[in-house]
């Protein structure tokens, strides 16, 4: 049995390189693509503002990367397993000689580790190689700006209490990202991408009106000792923890009881 999910791990692999590879090699040289667009751009904006152009380059930057990750991460998951619930294409998976669980694992392995770790690698990889190249223009990369502290930061006073993010890139941690995108691959049939990614910006949204709405409630000498210590930051961690374990267990299940 080992050597029957080795050898169905290593044909995930391979699949993927084969159908989502060129996708992935994009995505993760966007640093380039994006400074290369800005360059062009440079070119007809007025010498005066140059230097104000490029000054907010970083920026950019970040807000890019966390736009491209938090889609990536999502979209990816659906675009290599949301074919399992099709009439046509699923009927390759079910049949494949392999067990469920083993299924589930190498889904795991492929969507939740494997390709994000390989993507942000290359991603920080073509970052890098465009500060290195260009850094009178790109300023600071984007590795250096994640050693400047915390995710969440923390502002309290004696009348207000309130959370900031600074490292936004991993506000959602990628793990709890493409775990939403393995449940939203099976749960829907039609429309995967639009409908998870709305599902999961209402549930966001809902868990931001509930955190607000807690917070304003709670006593601030109460709240300053919770933040006093790292218990924010462990406490978010928690709770995607526990989601991405919710989203793991769905699509186990249905991978298991799916029907074409």
């Known amino acids: 049995m080992k050597n029957r999910f080795v050898e169905y ?9 084969r159908n989502q590879g060129l996708a992935i090699l994009l995505t993760g040289i966007a640093p380039v693509i994006l400074f290369i667009i800005h360059l062009m ?18 920026y950019w930057t970040s807000i890019y990367a966390t736009v491209i990750f938090m889609l990536f991460f999502l979209i990816f998951p659906i675009a290599r397993y949301g074919r399992i619930t099709d009439k046509r294409k699923g009927t390759l998976f079910i049949q494949l000689p392999v067990r469920a669980g083993e ?3 190498s889904a795991v392995l492929v969507s939740v580790i494997i390709v994000p770790c390989a993507f942000m690698a290359l991603y920080f990889a073509s970052d890098a190689l465009v500060h290195f190249a260009f850094p009178a223009k790109a300023g600071s990369c984007l590795l250096g700006s994640l050693s400047g502290g915390p995710v969440l930061g923390i502002e309290s006073s004696e009348t207000e209490n ?3 993010v600074t490292n936004t890139m991993f506000f959602l941690l990628p793990f709890t990202i493409s775990s939403a995108g393995l449940a939203g691959a099976v749960m829907f049939r039609k429309n ?3 409908m998870t990614v709305m599902t999961c910006a209402a549930l966001l949204f809902l868990f931001g009106w509930l955190t607000i709405t807690i917070v304003d409630d709670v006593d601030p000498e109460k709240w300053r000792a919770f933040i006093s210590g790292s218990g924010v930051q462990w406490t978010w961690a928690g709770i995607q923890t526990a ?12 991978l298991r009881r799916i029907r074409l």
Do not use: H, Q
Not at 43 to 58: D, K, M
Not at 243 to 254: G, K, P
């Open 103 to 105: 299924k589930f694992l």
């Open 41 to 58: 751009f440079s070119l007809a904006a007025n010498p005066e503002f140059i230097t104000l152009y490029w000054g907010n380059y970083s």
């Open 243 to 254: 989601f991405s374990i919710i989203c793991l267990t769905y699509f186990s299940m249905r």
């Open 192 to 194: 995967k991408i639009f």
């Open 162 to 164: 309130s959370i900031n």
């Open 9 to 17: 791990f290593i044909y995930e692999l391979k699949d993927t390189v």
